[in-house]
C-alpha cells in the first residue's frame, strides 16, 4: 500500500491476498536460526499473516487489534500463535483487517474485522475468533479483501460479502451484504481474488474477469468506469490466475508471461514506467513466472527455478532486495533462497520453499513479519515458531 495514514480496515488487501499452495515437505531448519514452524501456505495481508501447515494447523502474526490473528484477543504477535476453535483448514486468506479459511469439508469462516459484514456472519461485529459465514454456501476457496470477502463454490459459481460502495461485490448493486450474494452474470469461475474496491476471477477457460471500482483502470477492461457486474479484461490474454490489490492487478499466463494493470505511480505494474494502464501491459525483463501476487503498491512473482522477483514500492522493503529503492521492473529477492510461493500483502511479502519453511520481508510495525522482532527488514528472515 502507498498510504500507511489510512485507517486499518484499508490496509494492504492481501492479497492479493489469496493463499498459494506449495507441497509441504517436512521441516527445514539451520542450527544457527530459531526452531521454524513448516507451511503449506502462506497469507500476507494488510499488517497481519497466517499459514496453514501440511496438517491443517492455521497459523497467524502481526496485528490483532480487530481480532484477525483469531487467538482470541486483540494483542498482536511478533511470531505465530495458532487460530482458536480446532478448525482443520485446507486454506487461509489474510485481508486488511480480516481473515478467512475453507476447511477441507468447504465451510467458510472468517474472523477479524466486521464494520462492513466482511466476515459473512449476518452481522458487524467484529470476532477475535473464527464465525461461520452464513448460507450454508460450500466453497472450494475463499478471499479476504480490504473489506469485503469472495468465494468460489466446487461448481464455480462466485459469491461475495461485506462493502460493495464500489460495486466490489458483482451482484449489479452498490449495497453492502452482511452475507454471501450470488456475483451476477453467471460466469463460471476457477478462482476469485478480492482486493480493495474491486475483485478479479479467471475462468477454467483462462478469460479474466473483474468488477468493483476502476479509477485507475485495476478492471483492465480499458475504461476507468466502475462496473457492479463482471466485466471481460481487455486484450485477449489467457490467465492461469490473476491477484487483485489496492489499485492494481496482476495475472500470470499458462505459459509464465506476467501482465499487470491499473495504478503504476509506484512502478507496481513493472513496465518500467509509472505510467496507469487500463489494460494489461507485459511485467518488463522477459522473466517466466509460475506464479504473481500483487501487493499494496508492489507486486511479486517465482520463477520456474524458485527465484523471487518483486517490483514496485519500497520505503520499508517489501521488494527483499537489501535496499529501499522503488523499481520499475523485476528485481532479484536477496539471500539467494528458492521459493516455491509468494504472498505480497501491503507493505511486506512473504514466501515459503519447497520445504515448508517460511520467510518474510518489509515492514515489521505490528511483527507481521513473524520473526519475533518488530524491526522491519529488507531481505527475507525466516518465520520463527
Known amino acids: 500500500m502507498c498510504l500507511t495514514s489510512m485507517s486499518q480496515e484499508w490496509r ?25 514452524r513448516t507451511f503449506a501456505r502462506v497469507s500476507a495481508g494488510g499488517a497481519h499473516t497466517c499459514g496453514v501447515t501440511s496438517g491443517g494447523a492455521a497459523y497467524c502474526w502481526g496485528s490483532n487489534g480487530d481480532g484477525q490473528l483469531g487467538d482470541g484477543t486483540r494483542t498482536d504477535r511478533s511470531s505465530p500463535v495458532p487460530v482458536a476453535g480446532g478448525v482443520s483448514f485446507a486454506a487461509l486468506s489474510a485481508g486488511g483487517a480480516t481473515t478467512c479459511g475453507v476447511p477441507a469439508g468447504g465451510a467458510a469462516y472468517c474472523w477479524g474485522y466486521n464494520a462492513y459484514g466482511q466476515l459473512g456472519d449476518g452481522t458487524t461485529s467484529n470476532r477475535s475468533s473464527l464465525v461461520l459465514v452464513a448460507g450454508g454456501v460450500s466453497f472450494a476457496a475463499v478471499s479476504a479483501g480490504g473489506a469485503h470477502t469472495c468465494g468460489v463454490t466446487p461448481g464455480g459459481a462466485a459469491s461475495c460479502w461485506g462493502l460493495n460502495s464500489s ?17 451476477a452474470g453467471g460466469v463460471s469461475f476457477a478462482a476469485v481474488s478480492a482486493g480493495s474496491s ?19 483502470g485495476q478492471l483492465g477492461d480499458g475504461t ?24 492494481h492487478t496482476c495475472g500470470v499466463t499458462p505459459g ?3 501482465y499487470c494493470w491499473g495504478y503504476n505511480g509506484d512502478g507496481e505494474l513493472g513496465d518500467g514506467t509509472t ?25 511479486c512473482g517465482v520463477t520456474p527455478g524458485g527465484a523471487a522477483y518483486c517490483w514496485g514500492a519500497n520505503v520499508n522493503g517489501q521488494l527483499g532486495d537489501g535496499t529501499t529503492t522503488d523499481r520499475l521492473s523485476p528485481v532479484a529477492v536477496a539471500g539467494g533462497l528458492s521459493f516455491a510461493a509468494v504472498s505480497a500483502g501491503d507493505l511486506h511479502t512473504c514466501a515459503l520453499t519447497a520445504g ?30
Not at 494492504?12 to 521454524?36: D, F, H, K, N, Y
Not at 457486474?229 to 492461469?240: N, Q
Open 12 to 36: 494492504g488487501w492481501a492479497a492479493g491476498a489469496v493463499a498459494l499452495v506449495v507441497a509441504a515437505c517436512g521441516g527445514e531448519t539451520s542450527p544457527t536460526q530459531p526452531a521454524a
Open 224 to 247: 476507468t468506469t466502475n462496473r457492479s457486474s463482471p466485466v471481460l479484461v481487455a486484450g485477449g490474454v489467457s490467465f492461469a490466475a490473476v491477484s487483485a490489490e489496492i489499485y
Open 356 to 385: 515448508g519453511a517460511a520467510y518474510c520481508w518489509g515492514y515489521n510495525g505490528d511483527g507481521e513479519l513473524g520473526d519475533g522482532t518488530t524491526t522491519n527488514r529488507l531481505s527475507p528472515v525466516l518465520v520463527v515458531q
Open 275 to 299: 505510467t496507469d494502464r487500463s489494460s494489461p501491459v507485459l511485467v518488463a525483463g522477459g522473466l517466466s513466472f509460475t506464479a504473481v501476487s500483487a501487493g499494496g503498491s508492489h507486486a
Open 198 to 216: 474491486h475483485t478479479c476471477g479467471v475462468t477454467p477457460g483462462g478469460a479474466a474477469s473483474c468488477w468493483g471500482g476502476n479509477g485507475a
Open 256 to 258: 509464465g508471461a506476467a
Open 167 to 183: 460495486g466490489q461485490l458483482g451482484d449489479g448493486t452498490t449495497t453492502d451484504q452482511l452475507s454471501p450474494v450470488l456475483v
